[in-house]
């Protein structure tokens, strides 16, 4: 079976799908997003096919394509459509490692009572929780830390975004006990090009793909 990979947020627009895109690329992987809230300018499918080059067969179709940028249970029920969680099933990519982003946090709504974190909790598949390193990020991160071992989902570990801050980065891993799996700077201009080169520089592929 091949590896299939959770990629997560402490919030929402940390860059989940940058990351997303970086680690398609590095592990030749195929990407898929689940639900898409917001369809104006470039959705997230469109944004990590052309930051990462993915041929158009490894960008598996999402779901659900909802209009207003909201957390899906709201922009569903805005677009009145209903998200049947159940519905939310991996697909199969065959030999090629699957990237699958969430939607916001990990207690986003997705309908009725069911959060993002209880379908992540249902598919049992490793995280890589994305989180910033501006102020605040300690106790974002270790509170999502918290929820995901609470339903004993593995936690790949944590890919910091944005500038360097060692003694923020340091407290995270150390307190959550989780391993730092790398730091992706801030790019510009971001392109494929500098996107790729940044993240071969940033992170190792084998410690994703490692069991």
């Not at 957390?71 to 697909?91: N, Q, T």
């Not at 891993?173 to 971001?190: D, H, K, S, T």
Request: charged letters at 20%.
């Amino acid at each position: 079976m091949s590896r299939r990979i959770v990629v997560t947020g402490t919030d929402t627009g940390i860059g989940k799908t940058v990351f997303s895109a970086g680690l398609a690329d590095l592990l030749g992987a195929s990407y898929w997003k689940p639900i898409q809230a917001g369809l104006e300018g470039q959705t997230d499918s469109e944004s990590v096919a052309r930051l990462s080059g993915l041929s158009p067969d490894r960008i598996v179709p999402e779901l659900y394509r909802l209009r207003t940028p909201a957390s899906p249970h709201h922009s569903a029920e805005i677009d009145g459509v209903r998200i049947d969680a159940g519905s939310l099933r991996v697909p199969n990519t065959g030999a090629r490692p699957l990237v699958i982003e969430g939607a916001g946090g990990l207690m986003v709504p997705v309908s009725g009572g069911t959060l993002i974190i209880d379908i992540f909790e249902r598919w049992q598949l490793p995280v890589v929780l994305c989180t910033r390193t501006a102020l605040g990020t300690i106790n974002h991160s270790l509170l999502s830390i918290e929820a995901l071992r609470k339903r004993q989902i593995r936690i790949l570990g944590i890919a910091f975004i944005g500038e360097r801050n060692s003694a923020t980065e340091s407290a995270v891993c150390e307190i959550g006990r989780v391993r730092w799996l790398g730091r992706l700077p801030w790019i510009c201009p971001l392109t494929a090009d500098t996107l790729r080169a940044a993240f071969k520089e940033s992170f190792i592929g084998d410690d994703f793909l490692d069991s």
